[in-house]
């Protein structure tokens, strides 16, 4: 009886195993939708066919597809902020209704024109988005698809994942246009595609009353939502309390159904958590008490001063994400995730996952008010990754995954050349956008609320300048930071092990030490058995 009580406990311990294992390849989206950028070879000037008030002829052209907006009338105004607060007006529609249209031939050898047939169209509604850059000069949008009978128009978009949800990321903080691109891209290379969104490059062009107007580059890109090629969860289904979900970290808004989780409630994360799915129509109290009461749990284990009680993390949280989200922020010096725009999703009865990254306009070295210290870490002093450092565990799966993508998608050798290769994909469209925005670029007044701006520095009694009008300098920035940064995590995270307070490898090796006892055990015992 004994042997068969052991025989049971061993099985259902590989079962649990195997079980974890399927969980995780469930979760998982497939690979993203990043391919190598083909070189411009267009040799006609750049704005050759832009006219005054930035309106194009019918024969402008351009090697990035072309997006056309049509808005019925003005974007909406829907929002406002005081003391960083978001004041939503109640009585406004966020949306305004319009059409939008896709130009893309996919032949590198070809351009595509203004007159050439969609390859994508859809009713839409749209409106601004962000945070800061709400109030932009050049705005970024959100849009939602609707079909001819005003139904959701789930469809795919340059082969990324369906959805009736699509953003137009253009921010004007980042000069370079590339910092969005290059962190996604190389973060699907790090943890595929449930690690970052899928985008493509596009121009875009309104459609007004005195013609098409040009509106600059862009990122046509995924929103963060459920799908088999998205955040790749479960459907949730009406009534059933227990759902999966996606939440964010960040601030309040209005929009969301924000959560009063433990966390925040402890004075130990200052943002809000907010659930993204299920969407806030769909969300009952029974659910939204689930996600709470849920997510407030893993908070309490992480934050627990607890010994034993922290060093069950790892039945919480799928460890591999958190490593890998920890160091692609680092790499890239985004500080301003972890606390904001922070994404993390958890199939019910699953584990809880970090990701997709999202946002990296203020990365690189380019942080409003304060010059980057490239010699230093500080993704270690987020909310959650504070505690996960004190642990020896958590450390060494970070310095051995460094040390595993330094030899692959975070060599120097490999984002430099993903940096050189966009640059020769985006000279013409650069020139373009550069000169549609110039009085932006070009404007160091620093006076302005519809522009971003480097704050000025004092070192050693001088005023330095971190004002740039010259787009080359903007990608030696760019290239500097990630060299200089990235040759010293290495070395830093090994630093981490000076504030360490705890060991969760020591659990993990008691359970291994238990069942290689129990399978010693249960052998000879087998074989006595037989022989009898």
């Known amino acids: 009886m ?77 929002k406002d902020f005081k003391n960083s607060q978001e004041i939503a007006y109640e009585d406004i529609e966020p949306y305004t209704d319009g059409q939008i249209w896709v130009l893309d031939n996919s032949n590198p050898e070809k351009e595509n024109y203004l007159t050439d047939s969609p390859v994508y169209s859809s009713n839409m ?8 850059s709400y109030y932009y000069d050049k705005p970024q949008y959100l849009m939602k698809m609707y079909d001819e009978d005003g139904l959701e128009n789930k469809t795919e978009i340059f082969g990324m994942g369906e959805g009736d949800s699509w953003i137009l990321n253009g921010s004007m903080a980042d000069k370079s246009m590339m910092r969005n691109y290059l962190s996604y891209r ?29 509106q600059g580059v862009y990122l046509l890109m995924e929103t963060i939502s459920r799908g088999e090629n998205r955040v790749n969860i479960d459907n949730s289904k009406d009534g059933e309390k227990y759902t999966s979900y996606i939440v ?11 959560l009063d989780t433990y966390g925040r409630l402890s004075g130990l994360s200052a943002e809000w958590i907010g659930i993204k799915y299920p969407a806030a129509q769909k969300v009952t109290e029974e659910m939204k008490q689930y996600i709470e009461q849920d997510f407030s749990r893993t908070e309490q284990i992480i934050y627990s001063e607890d010994e034993g009680v922290f060093k069950a993390y790892d039945k919480y949280i799928e460890i591999d994400s958190f490593v890998d989200y920890f160091l692609i922020n680092e790499f890239f010096g985004n500080y301003d995730a972890g606390e904001h725009s922070t994404y993390m ?26 010059e980057m210290d490239p010699s230093t870490l500080a993704f270690q002093t987020k909310p959650f990754f504070e505690q996960l450092s004190k642990d020896t565990r958590f450390i060494d ?3 051995e995954r460094y040390s595993e993508l330094r030899k692959g998608p975070l060599s120097e ?3 430099f050349a993903v940096i050189d290769e966009t640059d020769e994909y985006l000279t013409s469209a650069r020139e373009r956008e550069w000169h549609r925005w110039a009085a932006d670029y070009m404007d160091d007044s620093m006076s302005s609320m519809y522009n971003y701006y480097l704050q000025d520095y004092e070192k050693e009694d001088v005023i330095i300048s971190r004002f740039n009008d010259d787009y080359d300098q903007e990608l030696y920035i760019i290239r500097n930071y990630l060299h200089k940064h990235g040759n010293a995590i290495q070395t830093e995270l090994t630093k981490l092990y000076d504030l360490a307070e705890y060991n969760s490898s020591m659990k993990n090796e008691n359970e291994l030490f238990l069942l290689v006892i129990m399978v010693l055990f249960l052998v000879p015992s087998i074989l006595i058995n037989r022989k009898g």
Not at 125 to 132: A, F, L, N, Y
Not at 189 to 211: F, H, I, N, Q, R
Not at 353 to 362: A, L, N, R, S, T
């Open 248 to 258: 964010r970290r960040d601030r309040y808004t209005h929009f969301d159904v924000m």
């Open 345 to 370: 999703y958890k199939n019910s009865g699953g584990k809880l996952y970090i990701g997709p990254v999202w946002d990296f306009d203020q990365a690189m070295n380019n942080y409003y008010a304060d």
């Open 125 to 132: 509604k749209i409106k601004k988005r962000g945070h800061t």
């Open 413 to 415: 050798e490999h984002v």
């Open 2 to 78: 004994t042997v068969i009580s052991l025989l049971c406990i061993v099985v259902l311990y590989l079962f649990g195993v195997l079980r974890s294992t399927l969980n995780e390849e469930e979760t998982a989206a497939k690979e993203g939708v990043y391919e190598t950028l083909p070189k411009d070879i267009s040799t006609e000037e750049p704005l050759a066919h832009i006219g005054e008030d930035f309106l194009v002829d019918e024969g402008f052209h351009s090697n990035l597809p072309i997006v056309i907006l049509k808005i019925d009338g003005e974007v909406t105004q829907y």
């Open 397 to 399: 799966c970070l310095k």
């Open 186 to 214: 190389i973060a699907s290379e790090v943890g595929g595609g449930a690690m970052a969104p899928d985008c493509k490059y596009c121009e875009v062009v309104l459609e007004t009353e005195s013609g098409y107007e040009y």
